[in-house]
């Protein structure tokens, strides 16, 4: 069984630190930068919004582009989904 490590993640405007498997490092930081961009873009179109509602926003938006890709796309993509309903948790008790 291969060794779980630890990376640091920029979500918004905080940092949280995560264990992953490191074959899914690539994917974890890609969903990252997509959630980020996101953030971002939600910022500039709605402003004045508290972060938590941008993260809510990015999570709808999220859920609802996975729920439209093909078949072959889902495997990568329902993994981060899962990774992030995992952090949504994690979140959610910090919180």
Known sequence: MQELMTINV???????RIKIDPKDEETVRKTLKTINNQIMEFKSQFSGKDTQDYLAMVLLWYATQSGTESSADQGTEGSAL??????????DRVL
């Open 10 to 16: 920029l979500i918004g405007d905080r940092t949280y």
């Open 82 to 91: 899962a990774t992030l309903r995992k952090w949504e948790e994690q979140l």
